[in-house]
Structures are given as C-alpha cells and as structure tokens.
C-alpha cells in the first residue's frame, strides 16, 4: 500500500531526528541501510516540501527543518506520494459522481482512518514509544521535547565530530580553507602537479579517482590530519605549524 519512496523518507527523517545534528546523504544511508543516489533524491523532495534544511560545505548536511514533536508522520508520506482520497468514482459513471457507491466510499473511509492516524502520529512518537523494537535499532531516547545544543562542549570532542563529516562528496575548496594542514596529504597523491587552481566543483571522491587514490585511505588520512591541532587554521600574521 505504501510506496517504497514513503519508506525511505520516514527512515532517513526518524534517523535525523534521533541524530539531531546534520548529517550528509552517505552518512543518513549508512545508519538506514538505504542505496545513497536514491535516498539523496527522497533526501531533497523533503527539502523542497520544507521539512529538511541542506547546507552546502564541509559541515553542511541535512537537518530537520522543525522540531520532530512538530512533524507528522503524514506530512513526511504527503512530502514524497501524497495519499490520495476517492473523490470521485474510478469507473467513471456519471450517477456516481455526486455520491460515491458503497464499495468506493468504505474504501474511502479506511482511507480517511490511515490518513487521521498518520495526522496524529508525530516523528517524535516513533523515537519515544515505549516498545522493545526501535526503529533502526536506534538508541531509545528520553521522552520530552527535543534536545537543544549545549551552550559549550570540550573543543577536541567537537573537532573530531567535524572531521568524521569529511566525506567523499566534501569538496577540496571547503576543505583546504577549514584545514589547510591537509595540503601535504593532497599533494603526496598528486594535488600539486595538478597544475592550476581547483575547481569548485572538485570533490574528495573526485581527486581520488583522478589519482587513482583508494577513497576510504584517503578518507582516513584527511580526517586524521583536520584533527591535528597543529594543522588547523592559522591565525593572521602567523605560519602555519609544521
């Protein structure tokens, strides 16, 4: 009864909603198990439906657009394959019109009960019902509104979160501006004879198959090297740490 389009998008939007941070197409596919091309593309329908906020750049990703208590489940399914009523008799007969006959207006109703249920049903729900089975197997969470950002964290801790975000899709520019002591690594694979500025469309995944670089060790590389202190941005006037 329910597309495979509906399915994808409630995984992906329970998933943020548990994460409550932004997370990119990969790492939303990974957690939920779903092909990555095709969950980008349920990914952005939920963009321009208003539900999900995108940002571009190194720690860019989707977001929930709204709190999750303030989202409904049938807004999530209306996003993607709106559910559609029986307004109007399928067969086409004119004495139908007017009045649905018995077979189509009970098909109608259970209808109409599927699409009350979801109306009522918030993405919040599905993270706080007391059930053994969690959705995803995700870690349960405490009911009551949704969490907000702590005023402060310890900035190691939140260093290597941004750095786990470097992903295929990160593209080069973003990234030598946010960590400059990432261009030895770059320049061991090939960045250097390159020749020319990069472009700004260059990816990671990109240089890598350009240079014939397996991705997940470069991946490791670049992750290990925005972690280093030493290597992060350099403050005016000075030369950047070696």
């Known amino acids: ?22 997370m990119t197409a990969p790492q939303v596919a990974a957690v939920t198990k779903l092909p990555s091309g095709y969950l980008s593309k349920v990914l952005q329908s939920l963009v321009r439906a208003g539900l999900l906020s995108s940002q571009r750049g190194l720690h860019g990703g989707f977001t929930l657009a709204r709190a999750a208590e303030e989202l409904s489940i049938l807004e999530v399914i209306n996003a993607v394959d709106p559910i559609r009523r029986i307004r109007r008799c399928p067969v086409g007969l004119a004495s139908h019109q007017e009045k649905l006959c018995p077979l189509h207006q009970r098909l109608d109703d259970a209808i109409a009960q599927i699409e009350s249920a979801f109306a009522a049903s918030t ?30 964290a310890d900035p190691a801790a939140m260093t290597l979160q ?8 990160t593209m080069l520019p973003d990234l030598l501006r946010e960590y400059p002591g990432v261009r030895p690594v ?19 995944g990109y240089f890598a198959r350009a240079h014939g670089v397996e991705l997940s060790a470069l991946l490791e590389e670049l992750r290990a090297a925005a972690a280093n202190p030493a290597f ?8 950047p740490a070696r």
Request: aromatic share 4%.
């Open 1 to 22: 009864m329910f597309s495979q389009t509906i399915e994808y998008a409630l995984r992906a939007v329970v998933c943020l909603a548990h994460h409550g941070e932004a």
């Open 123 to 152: 993405v919040r729900d599905l993270l706080t019902d007391p059930s053994e089975s969690r959705p995803l197997n995700l870690v349960r969470r405490c009911p009551g509104p949704s969490p907000q950002p702590a005023e402060s």
């Open 162 to 169: 941004r750095t786990l975000r470097i992903e295929a899709e």
């Open 186 to 204: 770059l320049d061991r694979y090939g960045l250097r004879g390159c020749g020319g500025p990069l472009g700004p469309a260059e990816s990671v």
């Open 232 to 239: 992060h941005r350099p403050s005016s006037g000075a030369a």
